[in-house]
């Protein structure tokens, strides 16, 4: 299609400026639009719409500050795996110490267990328990020296099973624990009920 032609459909030429051989194809084209202007519903006129929204979104962008087009302009923001991880692990430790907010559950509050047991000769003692997930972790004294081991050990309200280990080696129950249970390899764990405290 000529240049000039296209320029007079596209409204940026008339008639009158078109040479005298476009004009007869100018008039053709003015006849097919004219027909399917008539044959389509009635309404606005062909590409209205289009140029409405081209309008607008010019008429939106000139008004539009410029320091608001700089903040709503999209980047790419790199983004290294070591910051990356080190921003979970700290959502991972925030939710795990203080808890899902909005969270229905309240903590419940250890009570301090003393646990005691004589061993005149031992060289150690530790607590084991379920407290401890049966792990030596938790080591008594015998601060004066005459046998007696103890420690206060933090537990959560509720039924605990634990035993002694002299020297590393020997699992002793308590002989002084409130009540026993089967451990399931020929010998019994001592249990301590811990009561909540009391208001909480």
């Not at 907010?101 to 646990?115: H, K, L, N, T």
Request: aromatic share 8%; proline share 8%.
């Amino acid at each position: 299609m000529d240049n000039r032609l296209q320029a007079y459909l596209d409204g940026e030429l008339t008639l009158e400026d078109l040479p005298l051989e476009l004009r007869a194809r100018a008039r053709e084209w003015n006849a097919l639009i004219d027909d399917i202007r008539d044959a389509s519903p009635a309404g606005a006129p062909l590409g209205l719409d289009t140029r409405i929204l081209a309008a607008l979104d010019s008429a939106g962008r000139r008004a539009r500050p410029a320091w608001i087009t700089w903040l709503l302009r999209p980047r790419l923001v790199p983004v290294p795996p070591a910051a990356a991880l080190a921003v979970l692990a700290g959502l991972f430790l925030i939710v795990t110490v203080l808890g899902v907010p909005g969270g229905d559950a309240i903590p419940e509050s250890r009570v301090y267990v003393q646990f005691v047991v004589e061993a005149p000769s031992a060289e150690t003692v530790q607590l084991v328990g379920d407290f401890t997930e049966w792990q030596p972790t938790v080591e008594l004294e015998d601060a004066d020296g005459d046998g007696v081991w103890s420690g206060r050990v933090p537990l959560l309200p509720g039924v605990h099973e634990y035993m002694f280990v002299i020297d590393g080696s020997d699992w002793v129950t308590d002989p002084n624990a409130a009540g026993y249970q089967d451990d399931g390899f020929g010998q019994k764990n001592s249990i301590v009920a811990v009561s909540p405290v009391s208001g909480t």
